[in-house]
C-alpha cells in the first residue's frame, strides 16, 4: 500500500479529447452516474481499470455515495458499495489513514493518492467487498473541500487483469488533478437536498413517532440525496416495482404523500449537516 501527495507536473501526456469532452459535459448532467463513467471511459483510454465510484466523505459520519459506474459486461457494483457506505468504510485501514492525516492538518488542501492491492487488506469482511466485484486494485484519489471534508475518486482494476504497472500508475498521477477537479465541480451543483442529512429524516421519524423499515429509510434517504427513483432501486440492488413499494409505504408513515412534502418537512428541521455561507447548504471547496 502507497499513499502520497499528487505532485505538480508540468508537460503533456496523451489523453482522449473525445473522453475529456464527456467528462466535462458530465459535470452538469442530472445523471449521477454521469461523471464517474466519464471518469472510467477516459481513463480506460489509456490503462484498463474495472469500475470507478465516487463518495463524499463528510468530516464526521459516514460517507455518500455520489456515483458509480462500470466497465461494459460488469456485474452491478451498487451492493458492494452499499455495504461499503453502511458497514466496511471503518475497516478500510488505508481510508482511515488518509483521513487521520487531513484531520491533523486540515490547512493542507492538497490532493493524496493511494494505491492498494487486495491482498493489503487483512480485515476479511472488508476484503469480501473486493472479492464480490473481481477486484485486485485501487487506485484513489482524495480531494480536500472546506470544513475538512473530501471527495474520493475510488478507480478499481479486476483481478484478471495485470497489476498497474509504474506507468499506468503515473498517468493515473498526470490525471489525477482533472478528475478530482471535474469531481469538485460536479460535487457544487449537486441538488441542496443532497445536504439534507439522515439526521433530518431520523428527526422527522422521532416527531411523528413512528419507524421506516430499513428499505423504507435507504429508499427516502437516497431520493432526499437527490437520486431519482430508478437511480435509487439500481444503487440498492432491487427491482423499480419494488422502490415504489418501499417509497408508498414510508410517505404513508410520515404523513406525507409526495417528494416536495418530503423535501419541505425536512427542511424544518437542523439536522447535523454543516451549513456555510451563502446560499449553499452543503460544504463548498
Known amino acids: 500500500m502507497r499513499i502520497w501527495q499528487a505532485s505538480q507536473q508540468s508537460g503533456t501526456f496523451p489523453v482522449s479529447q473525445a473522453g475529456l469532452c464527456e467528462l466535462l459535459a458530465s459535470i452538469t448532467d442530472e445523471d449521477r452516474a454521469r461523471l464517474p463513467k466519464a471518469t472510467l471511459n477516459l481513463i480506460r483510454s489509456e490503462v484498463d481499470v474495472l469500475n470507478c465510484a465516487l463518495f463524499l466523505l463528510p468530516a464526521t459520519g459516514q460517507p455518500w455515495l455520489l456515483g458509480h459506474a462500470e466497465a461494459a459486461g460488469m456485474a452491478n457494483s451498487a451492493p458492494a458499495w452499499g455495504a461499503y457506505v453502511d458497514r466496511h468504510y471503518q475497516r478500510d485501514i488505508a481510508l482511515q489513514e488518509v483521513l487521520r492525516s487531513r484531520a491533523a492538518n486540515p490547512s493542507a488542501h ?95 421519524q422521532a416527531q411523528l413517532e413512528t419507524k421506516l423499515s430499513k428499505r423504507e429509510y435507504d429508499l427516502i434517504l ?47 428541521y437542523p439536522g447535523n449537516a454543516p451549513l456555510l455561507a451563502g446560499v449553499s447548504p452543503y460544504p463548498v471547496p
Open 110 to 204: 492538497s490532493t493524496i493518492l493511494l494505491h492498494q492491492d487486495a491482498d493489503d487488506i487483512i480485515d476479511p469482511a472488508y476484503r469480501t467487498i473486493y472479492n464480490s466485484t473481481g477486484t485486485a486494485q485501487r487506485f484513489a484519489i482524495f480531494r480536500q473541500l472546506k470544513g475538512n471534508h473530501n471527495l474520493l475518486i475510488g478507480i478499481y482494476r479486476s483481478a484478471t487483469a495485470r497489476a498497474f504497472s509504474r506507468s499506468d500508475l503515473h498517468y493515473l498521477e498526470l490525471l489525477s488533478a482533472c478528475l478530482s477537479e471535474a469531481a469538485v465541480q460536479r460535487y457544487r451543483i449537486m441538488p441542496p437536498t443532497l445536504a439534507l442529512s439522515a439526521d433530518k429524516l431520523n428527526a422527522l
Open 222 to 268: 437516497n431520493i432526499v440525496r437527490g437520486m431519482t427513483l430508478p437511480a435509487a432501486a439500481r444503487a440498492m440492488g432491487i427491482q423499480p416495482a419494488s422502490a415504489i413499494t418501499y417509497r408508498n409505504r414510508g410517505f404513508a408513515k410520515l404523513n406525507i404523500r409526495t417528494q416536495q412534502e418530503l423535501f419541505s418537512k425536512l427542511m424544518e
